[in-house]
């Protein structure tokens, strides 16, 4: 079996242990190379039920309920420390991942210091009667990268951009300042969370987009998330609480208080990369912010206001900041793609599921 410890998927879980051994025996059949660290927040320990998958290599760890998004952001903040590769990716159970985008991120990574992410396009499937039907690419209408000399731009092209990097290879320090700063400044809703997550990719160092994977229907993957409707309905009304209309989302009672800890957690991340002034910081992604959704500038721009009502203080964060090492580090081991069809294997095991 190879071993490559240059990168760890980090699997995030909570319940859905269908999807959780539909992932992991398709991991376990194709030999994964990388080690796979779980975060569980789901209801029971699951232990004894993973010991059959002997060609992964798994470390488990069990978390208290994810009862509440504190609770997944404490989670976060504290599993990210048992990572201990250059590299990582986290990954959701009901979702697949091609093995062989992964290795050519990782090597993008090892050649190119000053990028710290990289990521393809994410595929949609969908899933019915055991057979796998590939559907579109999604996230991927703005395909260059977000590349800039500071951080501040980086977060204006990235609000001009938008550049969904949740399933990111990133370097694994930049991870981990990323949840230790949601964990601090944790909001009460989990689109700030994912975007969060998205500006605070891109604030330690440039964001690559295309990765070429030529073993799969479309030619820059390495993701494929399903959108079938077993998945949806699965999810139920937990998403779609967390995820209404944008005009609907704004108007929030609890959007203004939100806005200004995503505020502070980016102007954290601005502050410490750029030298920047911590109310300068603020200023800039407040203005940057409103390039986002520029179909409800007047909207955003008043409830941004009423943002000010909650304000931050930069030292919070400079303990966890201290710890992030800038994007001029290169992994040693240089990581070359394989040739092999991980898409025929994906379509046995899901027959076979």
């Known amino acids: 079996m190879e071993i490559n410890d240059n990168l760890t998927i980090l699997l995030v879980l909570k319940d859905r242990e269908s999807y959780t051994h539909r992932l992991m025996g398709y991991l376990n059949k194709i030999s994964c190379p990388f080690k796979i660290l779980i975060a569980d927040g789901g209801t ?25 998004i504190k609770h997944f952001t404490s989670k976060m903040a504290d599993v990210v420390d048992k990572i201990t590769t250059p590299l990582c990716m986290v990954v959701d159970n009901d979702d697949f991942f091609v093995i062989e985008g992964i290795k050519h991120c990782v090597e993008f990574l090892r050649t190119h210091p000053q990028y710290s992410t990289a990521r ?29 000399e500071t951080a501040a731009e980086r977060i204006l092209d ?35 969370i994912e975007q969060l997550v998205g500006y605070l990719y891109v604030a330690w160092g ?9 073993n799969i229907p479309f030619p820059e993957g390495y993701y494929l998330h399903e959108t079938s409707t077993q ?4 999810d139920g009304n937990t998403l779609a609480s967390h995820f209404p209309p944008q005009d609907e989302w704004i108007h929030s009672d609890y959007w203004p208080e939100d806005f ?31 390039h986002k959704l520029p179909d409800l500038q007047e909207l955003l721009e008043r409830r941004i206001g009423e943002s000010e009502n909650f304000r931050g203080d930069y030292t919070f964060a400079k303990a966890t900041l201290n710890k992030i090492t800038p994007p001029n580090e290169i992994i040693k081991q ?13 379509r046995n095991h899901i027959g076979e599921c």
């Open 44 to 68: 029971k320990d699951i232990t004894t039920s993973l010991e059959k998958y002997k060609n992964v290599r798994c470390e488990y760890v069990k978390y208290p309920y994810d009862q509440t």
């Open 120 to 148: 393809g396009a994410m595929g949609a499937i969908q899933i019915h009667d055991k057979h796998l039907h590939f559907e579109k690419n999604i996230y991927s209408i703005y395909k260059e990268p977000i590349v800039g």
């Open 158 to 192: 990235q609000s001009k951009h938008f550049h969904g990097n949740w399933h990111a290879v990133i370097r694994t320090d930049h991870l981990q300042a990323t949840y230790k700063l949601i964990d601090l400044w944790c909001p009460s809703n989990f689109r700030f």
């Open 206 to 214: 440039n964001g690559h987009r295309t990765i070429e994977t030529p």
């Open 231 to 234: 998945r949806v309905e699965l």
């Open 260 to 290: 200004a800890k995503m505020t502070n957690a980016i102007a954290a991340a601005i502050c410490h990369i750029d030298g920047s002034n911590w109310n300068d910081a603020r200023h800039h992604f407040k203005k940057a912010y409103l």
């Open 334 to 346: 240089s990581i070359l793609p394989t040739a092999k069809s991980e898409w025929e294997s994906l």
